[in-house]
């Protein structure tokens, strides 16, 4: 399979070869029969070497005259035959070369050696991402952002094309195939022991499934993430352990929900979770009282239930009067007209919910019924993120984006291992906490999310402090922070989450001592990871970073310490 | 009938017999060994190698292999002639004609397990 399109090429060229060998034969053979005259005048006639010669710097076109002697006029005539039929020979061959490399079939065939190659070389961890649309295209930069390469495949050649002409900070391996096909999934490195997590985030839901079942039947040691819209299809995702199913309906009525209830935590959830360029959401808290639903799609219904269940009067405008299940009074047409949206009585309302599947309606929605009523909490659905800028520029006070909401979900449980069960506790958190925990971490990144590491303290993930603990040096939590000598934070470095036994303590304590078994979440500015691996690997380094003394532990800086405490004393040569 | 495998099983004799004939004589008697039959069989001998190119079959696989031995010896023993001749004018001397003859003698052994192979596959194939 591997050499498929060294068989194809030598197939083609069969014929042309051929021809190619027996014009250089004629013409050699036909050399050597024709009489010549050497340079004393006597008879003489070539041998297979010299006509070999001749027809070799003849054929290709070099040409160095007529040697060893001057040609006779049979010789010439010869010449001239086996000039027409070497050239002609080799322009079919060259001809059928440069058809055969244009030839689409070979070319694919081409480029999917060269994309076997491109996943064969990769030694170190890597993501699958499947399908290229906006989600996909998020996931691919902040993946190589990390320093990840990342595999791509997607089903449509003309997104590829873009992705190959953009830069990247690590390596991008792209191809034009079809996800649902387990053999190109394995082509595409899902058997490769460096890969560590395969993304199913295709525009299909019935692909994604078909990805993640995929992933997790072939290698059981990568993770599957993978986006669901359909509810079903998400339970049967989580049925056989897809480590992560994202369903952006459901997270933009989390995220909602958060918004209405508990302010403070749904900015901390949304900032955290939207992609690596996030920004904190400055938002207001949507107002209770009257709500509009424009739509009634996947989303709308959701919504509608929500809303329903935060104990709101909500009046649906939906298009078509046939849909299952709408509830009553709703008001049919379009919610970009302005007699539709008074007719939902939007003079009167605290809020308008844009849903539709079409992102000029929601901004025309968004504008007219601003224009209607200037107070009205604006939340709408942006489905592209082609538009962006409109959305931007019109202003809403809530935008729902499944792309960015999916890719930043798989983010941000990808960044570190106890990002999950540290966003399950925010969600449980006290209000006040949240806004603590906004205030401190907002200052880590300049307003931009924090980096997330988690570690293990054991004999191998952190050395250096096992084996002070082991020694029964109290190691706090604040000491790995702070500077105990000035009194001041030495890193920007927040401790979000300690595990211990498994109960999981949100902002643990700064006087928390540290213990063998402990997991810690720690947010930090970006590139912090390295600094502190220094620090849990070197132990002279951690004991300067908890003492502010040097640790002289080196063999020989140990043994002059000894001899100047004890006098020289010939323990030295022992 | 086919006529590609016609064409096929020509060349794979062909170049055995040229062989054959070229190799026949005293092995060190340069009168018993004519150089266009050297010539011959070499190119049958290459014609045949691009005709073997591109299958996938194990016994095309072996085919292969065995005709691109051929051509090793066969290029080997036109050297050996071209460079006693016309590169160091020792001439068509016996120890010479000895070497060329041996070499085409082992062109010679391929060649016919080539055609063994070809006649073992198309015996299994009428089967």
């Known amino acids: 399979m591997n050499d498929s399109f060294a068989f194809l090429f030598f197939r083609r060229m069969r014929m042309p070869l051929i021809v190619l060998i027996s014009a250089y034969a004629i013409a050699t053979i036909g050399f050597t029969l024709m009489p010549g005259v050497d340079d004393q005048g006597n008879p003489w006639r070539m041998s297979i070497f010299q006509a070999f010669y001749v027809v070799s710097y003849t054929g290709t076109t070099i040409g160095f005259g007529e040697v060893p002697y001057d040609f006779s006029p049979a010789q010439r005539m010869w010449t001239m035959v086996s000039i027409y039929l070497t050239v002609i020979a080799w322009l079919f061959s060259i001809g059928t070369i440069i058809s055969l490399l244009q030839d689409p079939s070979f070319r694919l065939h081409r480029q999917r050696a060269r994309f076997r190659r491109g996943v064969a070389a990769i030694n170190q961890p890597f993501y699958l991402v499947c399908g290229l649309g906006d989600t996909g295209r998020l996931l691919v930069r902040a993946l190589s952002d990390r320093g990840h390469p990342v595999v791509v495949i997607d089903n449509d050649e003309d997104k590829i094309d873009a992705l190959s002409v953009e830069t990247h900070h690590s390596l991008v391996v792209a191809t034009c195939t079809d996800a649902r096909l387990p053999a190109n999934l394995a082509e595409a490195g899902l058997r490769s022991r460096w890969c560590i997590g395969v993304l199913a985030v295709t525009g299909e839901d019935l692909t994604n499934l078909k990805i993640a079942v995929t992933a997790k039947l072939l290698n059981q040691r990568c993770q599957a993430r993978a986006r669901a819209d359909e509810r079903e299809v998400a339970d049967n995702m989580r049925s056989f352990d897809t480590d992560q199913v994202v369903n952006p309906v459901e997270e933009y009525i989390q995220r909602v929900r958060l918004a209405f209830e508990r302010p403070a935590a749904f900015r901390l959830y949304h900032w955290l979770q939207c992609g690596p360029d996030a920004r904190l959401p400055d938002i207001r808290q949507p107002p209770r009282g009257h709500w509009i639903l424009c739509g009634f799609g996947r989303l709308g219904r959701a919504a509608h239930a929500l809303l329903i269940e935060l104990g709101l009067q909500v009046t649906v405008i939906e298009e078509d009067p046939m849909l299952e299940g709408l509830p009553q009074g709703t008001v049919q047409g379009r919610g970009t007209q302005a007699e539709t949206l008074t007719a939902a009585g939007v003079e009167g309302a605290v809020g308008i919910l844009a849903t539709t599947r079409d992102d000029v309606d929601n901004l025309s929605i968004l504008i007219t019924a601003r224009a209607l009523n200037p107070d009205l909490f604006v939340g709408v659905l942006e489905n592209g993120l082609s538009s962006h800028a409109l959305f931007r520029a019109a202003g809403p006070d809530f935008i729902g984006q499944p792309s960015s909401v999916t890719a930043g979900r798989m983010l941000a449980s990808m960044s570190a291992a106890l990002v999950e069960p540290f966003i399950a506790q925010i969600i449980k958190a006290e209000e006040s906490t949240c806004s603590a925990l906004i205030e401190r971490l907002e200052q880590l990144n300049d307003g931009q999310p924090p980096e997330f590491l988690s570690f293990l303290v054991s004999e191998r993930r952190a050395p250096a402090v096992a084996r002070l603990l082991e020694q029964g040096s109290d190691i706090t939590l604040g000491a790995l922070i702070n500077d105990p000598e000035r009194g001041e934070r030495r890193w920007p470095l927040e401790v979000l989450l300690l595990r211990r036994n498994n109960q999981d303590v949100l902002l643990p304590d700064a006087q928390t001592r540290l213990a063998l078994g402990d997991r810690l979440l720690l947010a930090g500015q970006r590139g912090i990871g390295r600094r502190l691996a220094s620090v849990l690997e070197n132990e002279d380094t951690l004991v300067r970073a908890l003492t502010g003394q040097d640790m002289h532990n080196g063999w020989l800086w140990t043994r002059l310490l000894r001899l100047a405490s004890m006098g020289l004393h010939l323990r030295m040569f022992r | ?127």
């Not at chain 2, 299958?55 to 691109?68: I, K």
């Not at chain 2, 031995?69 to 010479?96: F, K, M, N, R």
Request: no cysteine.
């Open chain 2, 1 to 127: 009938m086919n006529m590609s495998k016609v064409v096929f099983g020509f060349f794979v004799l062909l170049a055995l017999t040229l062989n054959f004939g070229f190799f026949l004589g005293e092995i060190d008697n340069p009168d018993h060994h004519n150089v266009y039959e050297l010539f011959a069989a070499l190119v049958v001998g290459l014609i045949a190698t691009v005709m073997k190119l591109g299958e996938r079959s194990q016994m095309s696989a072996m085919l292969l292999a065995s005709s691109l031995v051929v051509d090793l010896h066969l290029i080997a023993a036109a050297l050996v002639w071209a460079i006693a001749v016309h590169v160091t004018d020792i001439g068509l001397t016996p120890a010479v004609m000895a070497t060329i003859v041996s070499l085409s003698g082992g062109a010679l052994l391929a060649n016919l397990l080539s055609v063994v192979l070809l006649t073992m596959d198309t015996a299994g194939f009428s089967r």
